[in-house]
């Protein structure tokens, strides 16, 4: 695939695109990177190719390779300061804007012709792109990473990405995504690490993964952290949410969330561990490992709302790897499903939520409507809360 598009692939400049690039991307040229301490950076251990590309000029994507069905052990970074598209951005908010900046999008997938595209042992590093007047006071402008444009079995393995989209809000244009599904079935991403950061520390990174209109999306064994303003998050895709927009019947199993959204942040961009808008059938999470860093009492491991039919959610957990939210939820795995949600009577049923733990003995749910002035009478081994504000 080296040379398949245009001279934004190209391997000449490979001194420039290296001092230009990030400290992560050079690791990866000697085949390993390591992001965050995590230890998962042997995922792209077998790293054989660089590449380097410049500006969003192949249809508003980096790298836009129809042609191509697959990615193996590669290396791709966008150079930095490269952009002539930051007048492309939407300014926030702008009511059924999204942004349409992307770094890389594979196979001729569109709505009459789905492929299967395999991406294993991706490194995807994105930089700082030059200023938009959407969003003058960040660093640079917003862009998505990977898209799964209209994708058909899809699998994204074994893969890192590092600060692959840059992002501000937690609502379109601003929210932008490292894996973007749209329109996809049977997505499959295992083994990934989804980091928020640029090697210096900064968060930038909006959403870890979004899929939106996405048809039994999976995500397992899979690390997402770091994020600036956003979560794990199965949504819609368009206007006005309908069946035929909606994401159904998502899965994740041992996924491992930590830190995203910053606690420096206005209250409304502290969000959850997985968040679920609008999804329709049924929702299953396998043994999650979520830890939130912020304490408020709407604070919440999972989000749920929705103006379609209520999804059917199973969860099974083990209690001690749930942590974070207020200290009154004693622990607990709390997740928010609000009377109203963006101004409409919220669909999904309280009653069809069930929560077990690994021996698959349910646990009960405690509801709330308020903040609470003294620790609940649960235990995090026997009950979850459900704050119903």
Same mark, same amino acid.
């Given at each position: 695939?080296?040379?398949?598009? &245009? ?26 990177? &390591? /992001?965050?301490?995590?230890?998962? *950076? ?9 590449? +380097? ?29 490269? %952009? ?7 300014? !926030? ?11 890389? #999008? ?7 012709? *789905? ?9 995807? &590093? *994105?930089?700082? !792109? ?7 006071? #960040? ?27 840059? *992002? ?9 995504? !490292?894996? @973007?599904? +749209? ?20 968060? /930038? ?16 064994? %899979? ?11 199965? %949504? ?11 994401? %159904? ?6 996924? #491992? ?21 609008? /999804?329709?059938?049924?929702? &299953? ?62 669909? !999904? ?26 620790? @609940? ?13």
């Amino acid at each position: 695939m080296a040379g398949t598009g &245009t001279a934004a692939e190209t391997a000449a400049g490979t001194a420039a695109g290296v001092a230009a690039s990030d400290a992560g991307t050079a690791a990866a040229a000697s085949g390993v990177v &390591t /992001v965050g301490g995590s230890g998962y *950076g042997a995922i792209a251990a077998n790293v054989t190719r660089r590449v +380097y590309g410049r500006n969003f000029s192949q249809s508003n994507y980096c790298w836009y390779l129809p042609s191509t069905l697959s990615v193996r052990n590669a290396s791709y970074t966008i150079t930095p300061l490269t %952009s002539t598209k930051a007048a492309l951005v939407p300014s !926030q908010p702008s009511p059924g804007a999204t942004n349409p900046l992307a770094l890389l #999008r594979l196979g001729p997938n569109n709505s009459r012709s *789905g492929k299967q595209v395999i991406v294993d042992g991706l490194v995807l &590093t *994105g930089t700082v !792109q030059p200023k938009s007047a959407a969003n003058p006071l #960040r660093p640079g402008h917003n862009y998505h990473g990977l898209s799964v444009y209209w994708g058909r079995r899809a699998k994204i393995l074994n893969s890192t990405f590092i600060a692959a989209e840059w *992002g501000d809000s937690n609502s379109p244009p601003g929210e932008t995504f !490292q894996i @973007m599904g +749209y329109h996809d079935v049977d997505t499959y991403i295992s083994t990934v690490e989804v980091d928020g950061r640029t090697v210096a520390g900064t968060r /930038v990174g909006g959403s870890p993964i979004g899929f939106n209109a996405s048809t039994r999306p999976v995500v397992e064994d %899979s690390y997402l952290h770091h994020s600036l303003v956003s979560s794990l998050t199965f %949504s819609t895709a368009g206007g006005t949410p309908s069946m035929a927009t909606a994401t %159904s019947s998502p899965t994740t199993r041992r996924v #491992r969330i930590e830190h995203n959204a910053n606690t420096k942040m206005a209250p409304g961009f502290r969000f959850t561990g997985i968040n679920h808008e609008h /999804v329709v059938g049924d929702i &299953t999470h396998i043994l999650p490992k979520i830890s939130i860093d912020w304490w408020e009492w709407t604070a919440s491991h999972m989000f749920f709302g929705t103006w379609l039919p209520s999804a059917r959610v199973h969860i099974t957990i083990d209690p001690g790897e749930i942590s974070g939210g207020h200290p009154n939820n004693q622990g607990c795995l709390t997740v928010a499903i609000p009377r109203l949600f963006n101004g409409r009577a919220n669909g !999904q049923r309280v009653t069809d939520v069930v929560v077990q733990d690994v021996s698959g003995r349910r646990l009960r749910a405690y509801i709330i409507t308020g903040a609470q002035s003294k620790p @609940m009478p649960v235990d995090r081994e026997t009950h979850f809360i459900v704050n119903a504000a």
